[in-house]
């Protein structure tokens, strides 16, 4: 779908919301017509990986280990686009962890490693995300839930909910911190 076309829909779905009562929203995505929501998109949020900035897309598929192949490492230091499509991320056969730094992530909560990255991209910039607010939520029109799980707007709300709840601190203490936090106990 071409960027204008995906622009009328987003302007649709948020007028749609409004209708409902959720006002304002901010369409997280490079896609948005917000310079904020295109900065908050995984594909240019940056996060330090290995002592150097990359984007999140950048260092969630470099992350992955799969039976026969990777982590890929080398996809950190690409654009976010050639990253994602790497015909290695296609190739390598089942997926069993992310690893990172020298850790291993786990593949559940199916969410949990992406989402660990998108708040730890964030952290640093928290005091600029409260001028955000009051924000009702977050899309991102290019989460297509056929082909991917993880969703930039979730991410987004993720860190926002964390934010308000005073947790924020607390859930980067560790990734299992993080992960235990989020279970449905939790947020």
């Known amino acids: ?26 369409e997280i995505s490079s896609k948005s017509e917000s310079k904020v929501g295109q900065e908050l998109s995984a594909f240019n949020l940056k996060i330090r990986v290995e002592g ?14 799969f039976e026969n192949g990777g982590p890929f490492h080398d996809l950190y230091w690409v654009d976010s686009r050639e990253a994602k ?24 909560p ?3 490693f992406y989402d660990w990255l998108y708040v730890n ?6 005091e600029w995300f409260e001028q955000l607010q009051p924000l009702a ?3 991102d029109i290019e989460f297509n839930p056929e082909r991917s ?25 560790s990734f299992e911190g993080f992960r235990d936090l989020m279970q449905p106990a939790g947020i």
Do not use: W
Not at 52 to 65: P, R
Not at 85 to 108: H, I, N, Q, T
């Open 121 to 126: 991209a964030l952290y640093p910039r928290r």
């Open 52 to 65: 150097k900035e990359t984007t999140i897309e950048c260092a969630f598929q470099g992350s992955k280990v």
């Open 137 to 139: 939520g977050f899309t």
């Open 85 to 108: 499509r790497d015909p290695r991320l296609r190739e390598s056969g089942r997926l069993v962890c992310f690893r990172m730094e020298e850790k291993d992530y786990p593949l559940a």
């Open 149 to 173: 799980l993880n969703c930039q707007a979730r991410s987004c709300a993720t860190f926002a909910a964390l934010q308000q709840r005073g947790l924020l601190d607390e859930a980067l203490e």
């Open 1 to 26: 779908m071409a960027t204008s076309q995906k622009r009328k829909n987003i302007i649709a779905l948020h007028k749609a919301a409004a209708i409902q009562g959720l006002s304002p929203l901010l």
């Open 110 to 112: 199916t969410t949990s």
